[in-house]
Structure formats: C-alpha cells, structure tokens
C-alpha cells in the first residue's frame, strides 16, 4: 500500500507540471492490445494501478492475439464499434493509418495532455508517423542486437569486453572465432568451410535472419523504401551492403552456409559460435542458461551510420463514429501518457521490452545488465514502416535475402528480382489508396 | 448432375397430410446453412468484384478485374497463384497415393490377430490428435539441415554428407509429405479397419475351399469389397491435401522461394499481408472451381468403378 502511494504521488508530481489530468465525468474504456504472453500480467497490473490512480477513468482491457486484431480492427472501426485505445505494431500501423482506421494525435491534443513527444528515441517515436502526422506513442519495443560468447571469444584470442563494432573488426573476430574439424583456422591453407568446428558468426535463411542484411543497407545509407513509397532495396548501397554480409559466407567462410534459425540458436547456445544477431527477445533464454555472454548493438558494416533493425508497439485511438464522447478521447490521452511515463516504461522492461526513452535506459537497475550494451544506441533502432504496403515489400526483401545467402543467386540478381517482385505488387496496393 | 444413384428415397408423404412438417425439420439446418454458407460465399463473391476494403469511402466495382490478374502474365497474382496450384497439385498427386495405399497395408497388417495389435493401431493413429503447429515443428527439427536428426544419421551412421532439406528446392518437400503422411495416415487405417470387419468370412472360406492364394483373396475379395469405402478416402483425402496449409506454412513458410507455397497460404498471404482482399477472394473462388471440377471428375471415375465391381 506504501509503495503504492509513494507511485501516485510521484506519477502525480511528474505529470502535474505539464498537464492538467482529466478532469471531466467518469467514463470507462476498452483496450485492445495483443500482450497475451508472459507481458500479459504485467499489463494487467499497470492497468489495475492506472484505475486506481484514476478514480474517474475505467480501464477495461481484452487481451487477444495481434493477428486476430489485424483481422477484426477493419470492421470494428467501419461499424463504428472500436475500442477507445488500440495497439498496433509497427509492420501494420502504417496501413492501418493509410486506410484511416486511425486518427491523427495533433499537437495541441498532445500538449494538453502532457505528453512529451521528444522525451522518447527519435525513430521509435516516428514509427507511427505518417505523412507529417503523429498516430501513436511507443508502449513497447524490441530490437535485433549482437550476442556474442566471451568463453569463446577468449579461446580465439579476442578481448571479450570488445565487441566488434566495424566491418574490418567483424571480419578479423569472425575469422579468428573460426576453426574446422581438423584445427585449421579461417584463411589458412587448407581450410575446410564445411566442416566447422566453431565459427564466427550466425546468419540464416529466414525472416530474423533477413534483418542482418535490413541492418546493413540501412548502415550503407540505403533503405527498403524510397521517398515515393516503392521498394528500392536494390541500390548500390544495399547490393555492396549485403554482399559483405554474404561473402562471410561464401568467400571468408566464417559463416555456415545453408543454416536455420533453430540450427544457429542451438550452437549459440552450446558454444560453437561467437556472434548470434538476433532478436533482443533471446536474452531471457541465455540468461537462464547461465552463458557468459554479452549484447552489442549490430556492428557498422555499412559506412554511413548506425542501424538496427526494430519492431514496436503503439498505443493508438482508432477512429470512432461522428458522436463519439469527447470525455473518452481525453481520457484515453491521459491513459496514453500515464502508461508510456518513465516509471511505467520500467516497469514493462520486465517483459523483455527495451525502453522507449533514454531517460529510462538511464536508470541503475540497468547498470550491470547484459541488455545495456546496447542502450546508447537504442536511438539508432529503425522500425519497417512508412509505406501502406510494408507487407508487399517485406515478403520479397526476405526471399531475396534467401536467395543472396544460399548462394541462389547473386546478390545483385537476388535483390533486383525482389525490388521488381515488390514494385509489382505496390502497383496493385496504390489503387486501393485512391 | 448428383454423382450418386442412392439418393432418391421413396418420398412418403401422409395422405392429405401435413406438407410443412418435414420442412420445419429442416428450418434449424437451413438457416444456419444459409447464415453461415450461403451468405459468406454470396459476400465473398460480390467481394472479389469490387475494390474492397471496409475502411475505405468508396468500393468501386471493378467487375471481373481480380480473376483477369490471374490470366495475365506478368501479374504477381499469376505468377505467385498458379505457383501455388502447381505446388498443392504436386503434393496431393505424391501424398494421396501414399495416404491410401499406407493405410490400407497397415489396416491390413494390423486387421490380423498379430501381438499387440491394439498398440499399434493406437501408434498410427495417436499423431493425428496433434495440432498443425505441434507436428510441423516436430518435423521441421528432425530435417533440419544442421541439427536435424534425419542428418545426424546421415552423417554419423552413414557416413553420407548432410541435405539442406529446408532450403533446397524439391528437397523441402520431403519433410512435408513424410511429416503429413504420419500425421494424418491413422485415420483413414481406422477407416479401412471398419471396412475391414464389415466383409463377410464366409468368402474367404470359400476361397480357401478353392484353393485361392493370398493375393488372389486380395485382388478378387478384399479389393473389390473396399471400393466403396476407397472412394470415400480417397476423395476426402484428396481434397484435405489441396487444403495443404499448416504443414508447410510451418516447416518451410513456403520456400525456398515460394517453392512449396500452397495455395491456401499465398491466399492468405495476399488478404492479410498484403491487405488485397478482394484480390484473395477472387483466388479462393478460382481454387474452388479448380476444387470442384476435380472432385466432380473423381467421383464420375471412381463411383463408375465403384457400382461397376459391388
């Protein structure tokens, strides 16, 4: 009960400088999200503290798979029957906003009610804009980081406490992580890339695996998308990006060919690999393995700037019916802002959320955390969205990095025929925006 | 044209009686029929003929533009549908065939009074109460192509190199059809075994007075008898392949390359990827024709050869 009111009373000082809390008649809300796994509980404590901080709003929350949501928001908006506060991820949001299932935050809505759009990292921020307007604030976040294994890093002669952070430390770590069956070193004189003992680094066929290369374009200054909204991933940029990352493959052989997710994880996991990229989601799984591990951010093997990939969660107000209660959209503000504060972001970290605000990575329950090795890049983490039809441009951008990594086609082949398979598909998708 | 001749009961109708009876028997059944079938499939069709979405303000009829893609080359709806078709033609032709003549032999095998009879029925047929994604895991594990335990024996025991089984093309749908054969085989053994039991002893008696061989009692007395009950398994189990969806959506999400996409998969690739629902409806309707046709085909062939040897 203590600690409760001690919450309120920070919550109340924190938000009573910039905003006047609802204040209006009591109303009550439905809120649709799709935190059905372990996060559930935690959102549902949030919500029973929201409702009790808040004697004049009534949070009521249904929990249901995303995909089901994605499904069922279409006519629950066009009936006039939505729920008050909605969360989208980021691969959806942008349709959903194009479509107009959402409605815009302005500013001045914002302001009043206190949230302070800067306090939270640019990009993740910026997710759900669309066209110069804001749809949604950021609840939740994940990203693609670098593991890497200190034991093993050791054993190579590499300093574990460094991570690799360029492209020409990336390849020397890889190349002295990898050792054949027989004790020959990558690069030696008979070498044999296909029987690995240990090695360098994870890359793999499927869609996690695609975002290494989705990391790397992005770090080479190129993107999935161009300014007109068509898929562009085959730029010079991207092909000299992702060549790099297929060449450990192919030409360094640092990297198994052929390999799954499943295949990667598990030598991770035993031992035989230093560098695992992949989902942030994972940490929970080495931690209670009790690997001597670490977590990097994805290392610059582009030359322009630091990326990652990232995938988000956005709190949003679907459109409602011409008589829509006022009080509700004040309320749901409120709500918005009370569970996307800084005391509220931290608490949701314990689902394996990374912060949505630098001033929360600040904070000392983080300090000796594998996780935080990545915090001061957090910023440079860029969701796949901006364009209605990000699935149309996803689908092919995977195959093609299939393609590229299993030697297939080349890189240059691979990325084309996804550029024009995508393109051909946004031409069918542009009509339904007309 | 109704495929069967048994159909047509004798109509018994009580003299200057009551007509509105046995429709009120069928009123609970037809509305539902007409709520749940007949509407959505009526909807679904107005659907692919207007440029669809429910958020949008207007949804402006487009005609047969939808179905049009689909015969026009260069179109990803296309290339990716009859992509799609081929690759869940390809898997009912191998797995069907494997479905009923692995059923048969094993209802045969385990119709005999072996030891542990009841064990095995209950091995064969316990696979099939697992979930989709239960199973398509279970199999995407054992041909995976490092830690596979298909390659494990292949490399240990056989001294073999080991097979990307989940990204080569053709190779991954060795998975699928080994993993769909065990998955789903119990079932139509439990329906041969019924059959089984329902074939009189006193032939095979006779047959034995005759002399007849195994194979002879086979071919002349068992086979013919089971037609019936073959036709019924293989039709149902032919359109539960074209159905294909959860076993490689699973195991290879459709690739390498869209190489074993099913049908089902790239239609729902197209509604909720890609958000073209009326794009997807105009598929679901093309594969039902394809469905259909296919069906109607199968019982003229097989129902003719059904009556011809009763």
Known sequence: ?434 | MTPSTHTSAPHVRKRGGNTVEPYLYLLPFAIFFALFVIYPVGYGFFVSLHRWDLLADTRPFVGFEYYKNLFTPGTPQAEFFWNSMKNTVFFTAVSVPLLVFTSLGLALLLYRPIIGRAFFRAVFFLPGILTVSVMGILWRWMFDNQIGMVNAARTEIFGLQPLAFLSVEGLAWVPIIIGTVWWTIGFNMTLYLAALGNISQSYYEAAELDGASAWAKFRFITWPLLAPITLFVVVTTALASFQLFGQSLVITAGGPNRSTQSTIQYITEEAFTNNQFSSASAMAFMFGLVMLIFTFLQFRIMARDARGEN
């Not at chain 1, 008649?25 to 009790?52: C, W, Y």
């Not at chain 1, 799984?285 to 990232?310: I, L, Y």
């Not at chain 1, 509220?344 to 935080?372: D, E, H, M, R, Y």
């Open chain 1, 1 to 434: 009960m203590r600690t409760r009111h001690l919450l309120t009373l920070m919550l109340t000082a924190a938000a009573g400088t910039a905003s006047a809390a609802y204040s209006g008649p009591k109303v009550s809300l439905t809120f649709l999200h799709g935190f059905t796994g372990a996060d559930r509980p935690v959102m549902e404590r949030l919500i029973s503290q929201f409702n009790t901080s808040h004697p004049n709003i009534q949070v009521r929350a249904q929990a249901q798979p995303w995909g089901t949501t994605w499904q069922q928001l279409p006519s629950l908006v066009a009936s006039g029957r939505a729920p008050d506060v909605v969360v989208i991820n980021e691969d959806q949001i942008t349709n959903f906003i194009a479509r107009g299932a959402v409605s815009p935050l302005t500013a001045a809505e914002l302001k009043s009610a206190g949230i302070n759009t800067a306090s939270f990292y640019g990009p993740l921020f910026k997710t759900a804009d669309y066209e110069g307007k804001s749809y949604g604030l950021p609840v939740s976040s994940v990203a693609y980081v670098m593991f890497y294994n200190k034991d093993l890093m050791k054993k190579a002669g590499l300093d574990p406490n460094k991570p690799p952070r360029t492209r020409e430390e990336l390849l020397k770590a890889t190349q002295a992580c990898t050792v054949d069956k027989s004790g020959k070193k990558a690069g030696q004189a008979g070498f044999d890339a296909k029987n690995l003992d240990t090695w360098g680094i994870s890359l793999y066929n499927n869609w996690v695996g695609s975002r290494a290369a989705y990391a790397a374009i992005l770090q080479n200054g190129g993107a999935l998308t161009d300014k007109s909204g068509n898929a562009a991933f085959d730029s010079p940029q991207a092909v000299e990006a992702v060549q790099f990352l297929v060449d450990l493959v192919q030409k360094h052989g640092v990297a198994r060919p052929n390999s799954t997710e499943e295949a990667e994880l598990a030598a991770f996991s035993q031992g035989k690999v230093c560098f695992f990229p992949s989902g942030q989601w994972y940490l929970d799984r080495f931690e209670q393995q009790k690997m001597n591990f670490g977590v990097a951010f994805m290392p610059r093997v582009g030359t322009k700037q630091d990326a990652a990939w990232g995938g988000s969660s956005h709190l949003t107000l679907p459109k409602q019916r011409a008589n829509y209660d006022k009080n509700k959209r004040l309320a749901a503000l409120e709500f918005m802002n009370w569970l996307t504060q800084p005391a509220q972001n931290l608490t949701w970290t314990s689902t394996g959320s990374l912060p949505t605000q630098a001033g929360v990575a600040k904070n000392a329950k983080f300090a000796s955390a594998p996780i935080s090795g990545v915090f001061a890049k957090l910023g440079n983490i860029y969701a796949t969205s901006g364009v209605p039809w990000m699935g149309q441009v996803l689908t092919p951008f995977d195959n093609a990095w299939a393609n590229a990594y299993s030697g297939k086609k080349s890189v240059k082949q691979a990325l084309a025929d996804g550029v024009s398979e995508a393109n051909k598909q946004i031409v069918q998708a542009r009509k339904s925006f007309q």
